[in-house]
Every structure is written in C-alpha cells, then in structure tokens.
C-alpha cells in the first residue's frame, strides 16, 4: 500500500524556516515523483513543489519559487522541503502525494498533513 506520512510543521514568525519531511512507505521514491501541495482554510489545494521520477528535474509554483527548495534522499525514502523567508499567506495544511510524473493526474498517497502556521 502507498502511504506517505508528512511532518516538520508547526509555528513560526514571518522570515523564519521550516523543514517538512514526507516519508513514504509500500514504495521507492527513487522512481516516483513526489509533488507539496498545500490548502488554506476557504481556498483550493495548490502546488507547491515537485521533484520529478525523470533525472530528479524540480518544479515550483509562483508562490514558492526562490523561497522553497524540494529534495530527496532515496536512502531514507524521504522527500523534504525546505521552506525559507516564510510569509503568512504560507500558512496552510502541507500534503505530499506520488505520481509517475510531475506532469501527472494521478495523485496518490495523501497523508494527513502537516500544519504549517506563519504569524507576522
């Protein structure tokens, strides 16, 4: 069974950082894309980052980009995402899902997620 168990949320000022883990289980990362996503109370889920199957090649959203970092370490069947210069329109539930692509429609795996709160 695929599962994917995210962690590393919780409460931080404006400008400070945050490292999520997303560890997966019933499979190996190292041919899966791992995409974030995250959903703010009232809004839809939103792409946050992706780390694809294909020569590891990343993806970031708009709001991301510069600020976030995605990576993997196949040893421990973990993706991570390191979040930097966190802002409060970054609060929000954070998920981590699998596909084969990144390009994908077939999301699987969501976990609970992980809460990420941002004051200012």
């Known amino acids: 069974e695929v599962q994917l168990v995210e962690s590393g949320g919780g409460l931080v000022q404006a400008g400070g950082s945050l490292r999520l883990s997303c560890a997966a289980s019933?499979?190996?990362?190292?041919?899966?894309?791992i995409g974030w996503f995250r959903q703010a109370p009232g809004k839809e889920r939103e792409g946050v980052a992706c780390?694809?199957?294909?020569?590891?090649?990343?993806y970031y959203g708009d709001s991301s980009q510069g600020r976030f970092t995605i990576s993997r370490d196949n040893a421990k069947n973990t993706v991570y995402l390191q979040m930097n210069s966190l802002k409060p329109e970054d609060t929000a539930v954070y998920y981590c899902a699998t596909d084969t692509h990144c390009s994908g429609y077939g999301w699987r795996g969501w976990g609970q997620g992980t809460q990420v709160t941002v004051s200012s």
């Open positions: 019933g499979f190996t990362i190292d041919d899966s894309a």
């Open positions: 780390i694809d199957s294909s020569a590891y090649t990343t």
